[in-house]
């Protein structure tokens, strides 16, 4: 049996143990340190735009603590893409908050501008006017940042940017991650770089940041004795692996490139296939790639095609479930369309990590080749 070929696994550049063993020469081994501010200070120079980070436990944390920065709590409404990784809605639940959900278009596959207008409106009309809106760069792609912020802006509604998957991404050369009035970051062990697990929380609000930081650490007042005016969270990130971070950000752009370069070779290999077809970049968008997705022309093939790959060993998965269709959301409002249900059935992830060897590529192509017959 060949072995196994992943979706997307960890790619460590090599500096990074050199930060970790400086944790423990220094005895940093605690969710604070040397390591935490210069992965902080490195994500800020990257992201430019003069961005404030502060980096916590997991992606999921940040969104936790951009929602309670924007004072949603019980029976708020909070829009979100529905099109997404769970962890970008379960948030609002934590907080007694609703979920409302909006459907994707076909040009980035990300929440869909009239929709969205249309939910505001509904919600507005219903006196529920949604307090936030969560959108997504879904496996790297932009959304249509430009028709989503003006929405966003004429009605006064701050958007979260969830960045997870793509950080290295831009829309106009700007960089994803810099777009929210807050923006999340992941560095889970899938994502473009990873600290094994963590996030970060992304604003150009200095008195937001250090809201965020204290938030993040316990909520502790500024005195002697452990004074408490306020619920906070235990979600900063650990010095060890801010270590690995700081080494991954010295690879970052390599990795945007490699992936990138993964999505080329597949493309000018299988865009010729009649049942395939990929999402290419609009002008004025570059993804990062996190992962090569394309459409097949049923939910049978895609079924199909995933399972074939399996038996050679051979990661796939079909793109996110909306959160629409899950049982945990049945009851949530929903603005939909069919987009989001049809790329559910008809899209599929195939190995995009940055690690992948020449040879592995070309298994992963000789087997879609092969189950096509062509
Ligand atoms: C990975 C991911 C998250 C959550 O990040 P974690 O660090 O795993 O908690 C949130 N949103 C999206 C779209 C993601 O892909």
Same mark, same amino acid.
């Given at each position: 049996m060949n072995s196994k070929i992943w979706l997307s696994s960890p790619h460590m550049g090599g500096k990074e143990q050199q930060y970790i063993n400086k944790a423990f020469e220094t005895n940093w081994i605690a969710p604070l340190g040397p390591n935490v501010t210069g992965f902080?200070?490195?994500?800020?120079?990257?992201?430019?735009? =003069? @961005?404030?980070a502060t980096a916590l436990s997991s992606g999921t944390a940040a969104i936790?603590?951009?929602?309670?920065? !924007?004072?949603i709590g019980p029976n708020d409404e909070v829009i979100c893409q529905s099109k997404t990784f769970a962890a970008s809605a379960n948030p609002i639940t934590y907080l007694g908050a609703k979920p409302v959900f909006v459907d994707s278009e076909?040009?980035?596959?990300?929440?869909s501008p009239e929709l969205l207008e249309k939910a505001i409106k509904d919600r507005i009309a219903k006196n529920k006017k949604p307090k936030a809106i969560i959108t997504v760069h879904l496996y790297g792609m932009p959304y249509l940042v430009a028709d989503?912020?003006?929405?966003? @802006?004429?009605?006064?509604?701050?958007?979260?940017?969830? @960045?997870?998957?793509?950080?290295?991404?831009?829309?106009?050369?700007?960089?994803?991650?810099?777009?929210g009035f807050i923006s999340v970051l992941s560095f889970n062990? =899938?994502?473009?770089?990873?600290?094994?697990?963590?996030?970060?929380?992304?604003?150009?609000d200095k008195s937001l940041n250090e809201r965020a930081l204290f938030l993040a650490t316990q909520a502790r007042d500024n005195a002697a004795e452990y004074h408490h005016s306020t619920i906070g969270y235990n979600y900063r990130m650990s010095n060890v692996l801010a270590g690995i971070g700081r080494g991954q950000m010295k690879v970052l752009d390599e990795r945007v490139q490699q992936r990138r370069s993964n999505y080329q070779t597949y493309h000018d290999?299988?865009?010729?296939?009649?049942?395939?077809?990929?999402?290419?970049?609009?002008?004025n968008y570059k993804s990062n790639r996190w992962l090569t997705c394309f459409l097949l022309d049923s939910e049978k093939t895609r079924e199909g095609l995933r399972i074939y790959l399996e038996k050679l060993n051979i990661e @796939?998965?079909?793109?996110?479930?909306?959160?629409? !269709?899950?049982?945990?959301?049945?009851?949530?409002p929903a603005y939909t369309n069919g987009v989001s249900s049809d790329l559910?059935?008809?899209? !599929?992830?195939?190995?995009?990590?940055?690690?992948?060897?020449?040879?592995?590529? =070309?298994?992963?192509?000789l087997a879609i080749k092969m189950y096509f017959r062509v």
């Open positions: 902080e200070k490195d994500l800020e120079s990257y992201l430019g735009m =003069n @961005s404030h936790h603590i951009a929602l309670i920065l !924007l004072g076909t040009e980035t596959w990300n929440i989503i912020h003006k929405i966003a @802006s004429d009605y006064e509604i701050p958007i979260i940017e969830d @960045s997870a998957e793509a950080l290295g991404s831009s829309f106009s050369n700007q960089k994803c991650g810099t777009f062990g =899938n994502k473009i770089i990873t600290t094994s697990g963590g996030g970060a929380i992304i604003t150009k290999q299988l865009n010729f296939i009649d049942k395939i077809a990929f999402l290419n970049e609009p002008p @796939s998965r079909p793109l996110w479930k909306p959160m629409h !269709l899950q049982p945990i959301y049945k009851n949530s559910f059935k008809r899209g !599929l992830c195939i190995p995009s990590g940055s690690n992948l060897t020449e040879d592995e590529i =070309n298994r992963v192509i």
